[in-house]
């Protein structure tokens, strides 16, 4: 990476660069004003799973991507987990050459369609662009052109099967589906390794599926994703939950060289207070699955999912919002948020907040639940909830919540979705001899993401604990480069 | 896909299937499950295994039709599929010499108890089983239950067959006999509920292996959440086997009923169409 300061100088020295640079004024470019998204009418899309983000057309990119100056210094990439070069994609979106723009997003991002969709980039590559930290002025919308190009190369039917090596037979084995194998299985089948990925589940995609509901990522999206996959040759195994179906033993002795754990963080919290196992409470895990992952809102699907009229949900991160705003579209008269800390604290992506509130989402920021009390069937009616301050920041940095004694009032519920966390998932640490793992149950990998067991590696949410997508994919990436260092190692001995 | 290769009805509404399942049957202990789907919008339910042939691949599950997904899964015949099947899912039994052991079945219970009294007779236990059901119809795999039980006592409540009379009954008449160890309890939470109030009375470590409602299986969703010794366990990952004395059977039968209309209203349809 010593050299990549000089990789961008002379990329951004090209012609065209140069060229595009020179054909519109700073001045011009930096009095544009950021591109709204087109979204679906907040009354229309509160009552349909259609997605909410309509995404940019031709033109509309095109004079967004004027906006970025092309910085000497592209601090935006930066900002970015996996470092894909923003300056140089954008400049292709202005000069409309949309497949490159593409072929520069997959550089670096096995999952471009998606990151666009679901990054904070608030948090990441526009917290670093040249008009958030120098000029004040909203930031280039990076994300919706990086779904731009992505969605333009789906949608053009020329979207190119990345090449793959030849195959060196070698078998190496991911466990789960999710964006963290998904992105490390691209890697490895490139380097020309046999890859198959496990999935516990009847369907591939991990979070992507069960988790992210279709108004805010359609799984045709992650469905194209998947396919691509499979035709660069990985091999993808259904209902196969490693450590049961098979140990990493057995596979070992089936003769795979290495294993990814992306296993994710599959345990929902509960907070553990009276009442909390009322039926209609549940995690937002088994709410989202029921309703993604099942269909359950479907007539024609067996699942089943209580439709409540008062909704409340518990927490303030994308798994809240996705719940709560699932909930209004089922039909809920009143579908709230409950968080224990202040609107600014809240850890949701910007976005989401916004779209919530406009589809009528009802915010009760510093309050917490204490209790759940059910009727004579067990069905939870209301929740006792207690107003908070904010007192000194705590560890993560934000002020801690603080209960206010005394000032517990009750609210009617008829369903309760509970999304304040998960926990790693044991299975695999569970199932496998002399793997290390933290007190909180996350596995404990070195820099180059290897376990104490030297054949497997891991990433995502099993190591971190509750993170992003993009940060889970650039784990996969990491590992994928490790892993194949490690087994061009062990070979040569 | 998983092929059905056999199918035996056992009564009215109690069928045996055989499933082509090969890691499922090699890597399955007594007491472990799992999880089928039957087509695109299906369900996902649990069944415990109720055994395996490990040279030909395949496990036995034993289904009491009740609502839609035990009947669409009954209607299927040999050479049909299974859409999916995952497994073996739960902790396996704990096996261990404990002397005498007690194990009671309630109906469709007797199935997954069969492979945990397997497992505890061959760990060298005096197994005495009591098959309990409303009549002599429900009573289930009475041989092979022999094969692996010292003693099988049947108690039916109509008693059209064995001694009439609840399963509590036929325990405790074993219990004030003889001294015993260990008690197993398997069948209708309610069933399972009163059986580990008997055992209770005596002092008698007891398990049961409890069948909850499950989404995922994996410990995702916490569907199957009771509670036990007042706190919080899921039954897919925790159990499926607990410590019956424990167990809030209330919760349990509580929590059972959350979909009671939705499974009404589906069952009806179902059978309209």
Known sequence: ????????????????????????????????????MPEQEPTVRNKNSLEVNLGLAEKIAQSEAQRCIDCPDPTCVKGCPVNIYIPKFIKKIEIGDFLGAAAV????????????????????????????????????????????????????????????????????????????????????????????????????????????????LPNSVVDFEIDNLEKMGVKFVKNFVVGKTATIDDLRAKGFKAFFVGSGAGLPRFMNIPGENSIGIFSSNEYLTRVNLMGAAHEDHDTPVIIGKNVAVVGGGNTAMDSVRTAKRLGADRAMIIYRRSR??????????????????????????????????????????????????????????????????????????????????????????GLETTKWGTIVVNDDLQSSVEDIFAGGDIVRGGATVILAMGDGRKAAGAMDKYIKEKIKK | MNKIVEKEQFSENVFKLVVEAPDVAVSRKAGHFVIIKIGEKGERIPLTI?????????????????????????????????????????????????????????????????????????????????????????????????????????????????????????????????????????????????????????NIPTEASLNTIMVDGTGMCGACRISVGGKTKFVCVDGPEFDAHQVDFDEMLMRLGAYKDEEVRAFEAYMNN
């Not at chain 1, 009390?373 to 934000?398: F, H, N, T, W, Y």
């Not at chain 1, 509970?418 to 926990?423: C, D, I, Q, R």
């Not at chain 2, 003693?151 to 009379?165: A, F």
């Open chain 1, 105 to 216: 997003l997959k550089d670096t991002n096995t999952l471009p369609a998606v990151c666009g969709r679901v990054c904070p980039q608030e948090k990441q590559c526009e917290a670093q662009c040249f008009y958030t930290i120098k000029l004040n002025q909203p930031p280039v919308a990076i994300g919706y052109l990086e779904r731009f190009a992505a969605d333009y190369e789906r949608n053009s039917g020329k979207t190119a099967i990345p090449e793959v090596a030849k195959p060196n037979g070698i078998k190496v084995a991911s466990i789960g589906s999710g964006p963290a194998s998904l992105a490390w299985s691209a890697d490895m089948v490139k380097m020309g390794y046999d890859v198959t990925v496990f999935e516990a589940l009847h369907e591939i995609g991990g979070v992507l599926k069960y988790g992210i509901p279709e108004f805010r």
């Open chain 1, 344 to 433: 600014e604290e809240m850890p949701a992506r910007l976005e989401e907040v916004h779209h919530a509130l406009d589809e009528e989402i009802e915010f009760l920021n510093l309050n917490n639940p204490v209790e759940y009390i059910a009727d004579d069937k067990g069905r939870v009616q209301k929740v006792v909830l207690q107003k908070m301050e904010l007192g000194e920041p705590d560890a993560s940095g934000r002020r801690r919540p603080i209960p206010i004694e005394g000032s517990e009032y009750e609210i009617e519920v008829d369903e309760v979705v509970v999304a304040v966390g998960v926990s790693p998932n044991p299975l695999i640490p569970a199932t496998v001899a």
């Open chain 1, 1 to 36: 990476m010593e050299n990549i300061t000089d990789y961008y100088k002379s990329e951004r020295a090209q012609e065209w660069r140069a060229e595009i640079r020179k054909s519109v004024k700073v001045k011009e470019r930096t009095s544009k004003e950021r591109t709204k």
């Open chain 2, 50 to 202: 109720a055994g395996s042939n490990p040279d030909k691949g395949t496990i036995d599950l034993v289904i009491q039709r009740v609502g839609v997904t035990s009947h669409k899964l009954t209607s299927l015949n040999v050479g049909d599929e299974i859409t999916d099947l995952v497994g073996p899912l739960g902790k396996a039994t704990h096996i261990e010499k404990f002397g005498t052991v007690l194990a009671a079945c309630g109906g469709v219970g007797t199935a997954p108890m069969l492979p945990i009294i397997e497992a505890l007779k061959k760990a060298g236990n005096k197994v005495i089983t009591v098959l309990a059901a409303r009549n002599k119809e429900l009573i289930i795999l009475e041989d092979q239950v022999r094969q692996f039980s010292d003693e099988v006592v049947i108690m039916t409540d109509d008693g059209s067959y064995g001694t009439k009379g609840l399963v509590t009954k036929g325990m405790e008449d074993i219990i004030n006999r003889e001294k015993v160890d260990k008690s197993i309890v398997i069948g209708p939470a309610i069933m399972m509920k009163f059986a580990a109030l008997t055992t209770k009375k005596y």
